[in-house]
């Protein structure tokens, strides 16, 4: 069997697929990050006024301790 060539501009069209598929993804993961780090932003100034909240009159229960420590790991994890 003889092997056909394949023309260049079908070898064009492929590498010029992948790298548009790639620019595309890429892109498309550095607007989800942007837009994640926004909307965490949003929410500092309430979490930051919980934190220090929670900081100056700590909570006696249980589930107030809990919830003091969920805000000041929410605050470290946003980075406010």
Known sequence: MERVPVPRKIWYAVIASYVS???VTGSG???MNHVDTESNRKWCSLVVTLDET???????????RKVAVSINGLRQDFRC
């Not at 929670?54 to 107030?64: C, H």
């Open 21 to 23: 598929g790639i620019l």
């Open 29 to 31: 993961l550095v607007y």
């Open 54 to 64: 929670y900081r100056q009159t700590p909570p006696t229960t249980e589930v107030g």
